[in-house]
C-alpha cells in the first residue's frame, strides 16, 4: 500500500536557522502531496501542496518540491522562527473509489525553535 | 475559506460510559467526512469515511459496534464512542474533502475517559 516516510524528530533550532524536513513516499499511482502542519493542542492546518510532479508548493516562506523521481517532498525553509515550532506532517492523497481520496500520513516531525 | 468545526473541543467520560462527537462543515457542504484517531506523539490513523446517505467505511481493524458514525446531512457527521474505556481516550480529528485531494481538518476532540 501508499506510505510516507519522514525524518524522525524532535528537531531543534535556533532562530533564524535552515530548516529541512526529509519526506519520501511510496505510491502505486499518481498521488499529490502535502505538509500539514499542527500547533499545540490544535488540529492540522495545511501548509502547501504539490499536485504532480516538478510542482513546488510554497506557503510563509515553507517550500516543497514533488520530486518524482526521487519520490520525495522535502519541506525547507530559509529562517525559522520561534513561532514555527509546532509538528509537521507530510502526506499523500491518493483516489480511494468513487469521488473519494484517502490521505496517508507520514509519523510527523516535532520541530522546536529556540530563540 | 473551508472551515470544519468540532464539538466538544475537550470531553471527560466515565468507563462504560458513550459520547458523542460532531463535526460540522460550516460554509460547505460534505457528503464524505473523515475520520481520525491521533495518539500522543504519533501520527493520524484513518478511522473511517463517514458517508452521507450511507454506511460509513471503516478501515481495517477498526471496530464498527463501537465507533458508531452517522452522516446525518450534508453539513454534519457525528462518532459515537460506546461503552468508553481508558484505552479509547484519544485526540479525535475529523476532516472534509476540498479541491484537488486536498482536506479540510476540524481543531479535534480530546476524550479523557475515567
Known amino acids: 500500500g501508499d506510505s510516507v516516510t519522514q525524518m524522525e524528530g524532535p528537531v531543534t533550532l535556533s532562530e533564524e536557522a535552515f530548516l529541512t524536513i526529509n519526506c519520501t513516499y511510496t505510491a502505486t499511482g499518481y498521488p499529490s502531496l502535502f505538509w500539514y502542519v499542527q500547533y499545540p493542542g490544535e488540529g492540522l492546518q495545511l501548509l502547501l501542496k504539490?499536485?504532480?510532479?516538478?510542482d513546488k508548493g510554497s506557503n510563509k516562506g515553507f517550500e516543497a518540491t514533488y520530486r518524482k523521481e526521487t519520490t520525495s517532498f522535502h519541506l525547507e525553509k530559509g529562517s525559522v522562527q520561534v513561532s514555527d515550532s509546532a509538528v509537521y506532517f507530510c502526506a499523500l492523497s491518493e483516489w480511494s473509489g468513487g469521488s473519494n481520496y484517502k490521505l496517508t500520513f507520514g509519523k510527523g516531525t516535532l520541530l522546536t525553535v529556540n530563540p | 475559506g473551508a472551515v470544519v468545526s468540532q464539538h466538544p473541543s475537550w470531553v471527560i467520560c466515565k468507563s462504560g460510559t458513550s459520547v458523542k462527537i460532531e463535526c460540522r462543515s460550516l460554509d460547505f457542504q460534505a457528503t464524505t467526512m473523515f475520520w481520525y484517531r491521533q495518539f500522543p506523539k504519533q501520527s493520524l490513523m484513518l478511522m473511517a469515511t463517514?458517508?452521507?446517505?450511507?454506511?460509513?467505511?471503516?478501515e481495517q481493524g477498526v471496530e464498527k459496534d463501537k465507533f458508531l458514525i452517522n452522516h446525518a446531512s450534508l453539513t454534519l457527521s457525528t462518532l459515537t464512542v460506546t461503552s468508553a474505556h481508558p484505552e479509547d481516550s484519544s485526540f479525535y480529528i475529523c476532516s472534509a474533502p476540498g479541491d484537488a485531494n486536498e482536506q479540510y481538518f476540524g481543531p479535534g476532540t480530546r476524550l479523557t475517559v475515567t
Open positions: 463517514s458517508n452521507e446517505g450511507s454506511k460509513a467505511t471503516y
Open positions: 504539490a499536485t504532480k510532479a516538478d
